[in-house]
C-alpha cells in the first residue's frame, strides 16, 4: 500500500536560513505523482509543485527546491533563506495512477516550520 | 474569483445530531474530495467523487455520507454514527488527469 514518511515532526529555524524538509514514500506502482503543500495558520492548503515519476530532475522556483530521488525513494523540498511567512504546515503527498482518481491523495503528518525573526 | 468555498468556518454539533458541511467550486473542476485533518496527522480521505452522480469511499467513510448532484457541489453529513467528528475537515477539487487539487479554507467541526 501507499505510504509517506515525513519524519520530521517540528522544525525550528532562525530567519535566513536553510533549510530541509524531508519525504519518504512507498508505492507498487511504477506511475506516480508527488506533491508538496503548504498550509499556513489560515488553514488553507497551498499547492507549492508536482512531480511526476518519470521526472527527476531537481526544481527550483525562487527560494524553494525540490530532490527527487528514485532510487531512495524520497522527495526532498529545501527552502534557501528562510523568512517568518515561510511559518507554516508542510506536508507530503502521493497520488497513484493505480487508483483511478487521478488526484486521490495520500500525506504524510507534515512538518511544523517555525522561522523565527 | 474562481475557488472553493466551504461554509460554515466553524461549527458546533450536539452529540447525536448529523449535521452537514457545504463545499461549492466554481473551477470546473471534474472531480471533488472531502479530507479530514486531526491535530498532529495529515489528512486522511473521507470520500471522493469523479463526476455527477457518483461518489467512492475513502479511507475512513465510515459515519459519514455525500452527495453529488451538480458538478459545483460535494456537501458532506457527518452523522451520528461518527465516532470522533471533532476535526478539521478540507474540501478540494481538480480536473481529472493527473493535476494538483486546490482546497478549500476548511470547517472545524466540534462537538459538544
Known amino acids: 500500500a501507499q505510504k509517506v514518511t515525513q519524519a520530521q515532526t517540528e522544525i525550528s529555524v532562525v530567519e535566513k536560513e536553510d533549510v530541509t524538509l524531508d519525504c519518504v514514500y512507498e508505492?507498487?506502482?511504477?506511475?506516480?505523482?508527488l506533491f508538496w503543500y503548504k498550509q499556513p495558520p489560515s488553514g488553507e492548503l497551498v499547492f507549492l509543485i508536482r512531480?511526476?515519476?518519470?521526472?527527476?530532475q531537481n526544481e527550483i522556483s525562487g527560494r524553494y527546491s525540490w530532490n527527487f530521488q528514485k532510487s531512495t525513494s524520497s522527495f526532498n523540498f529545501t527552502i534557501t533563506a528562510s523568512q517568518v511567512v515561510d511559518s507554516a504546515v508542510y506536508f507530503c503527498a502521493l497520488s497513484e495512477e493505480y487508483t483511478g482518481a487521478n488526484s486521490k491523495l495520500t500525506f504524510g503528518k507534515g512538518i511544523t516550520l517555525s522561522v523565527r525573526p | 474569483d474562481g475557488g472553493i468555498t466551504q461554509s460554515p468556518k466553524y461549527l458546533f454539533r450536539k452529540e447525536g445530531q448529523n449535521v452537514t458541511l457545504s463545499c461549492e467550486q466554481n473551477l470546473n473542476h471534474d472531480a471533488m474530495y472531502w479530507y479530514r485533518q486531526d491535530p498532529g496527522q495529515g489528512l486522511r480521505l473521507i470520500y471522493y467523487?469523479?463526476?455527477?452522480?457518483?461518489?467512492q469511499k475513502g479511507d475512513i467513510a465510515e459515519g459519514y455520507s455525500v452527495s453529488r448532484e451538480k458538478k459545483e457541489s460535494f456537501p458532506l453529513t457527518v452523522t451520528s454514527a461518527q465516532k470522533n467528528p471533532t476535526a478539521f475537515y478540507l474540501c478540494?477539487?481538480?480536473?481529472?488527469?493527473?493535476?494538483?487539487?486546490?482546497f478549500g479554507q476548511g470547517t472545524r467541526l466540534t462537538v459538544v
Open positions: 508505492t507498487r506502482d511504477t506511475t506516480y505523482y
Open positions: 512531480r511526476n515519476s518519470f521526472d527527476e
Open positions: 467523487s469523479q463526476i455527477v452522480n457518483d461518489f
Open positions: 478540494a477539487s481538480s480536473m481529472l488527469q493527473y493535476t494538483e487539487a486546490f
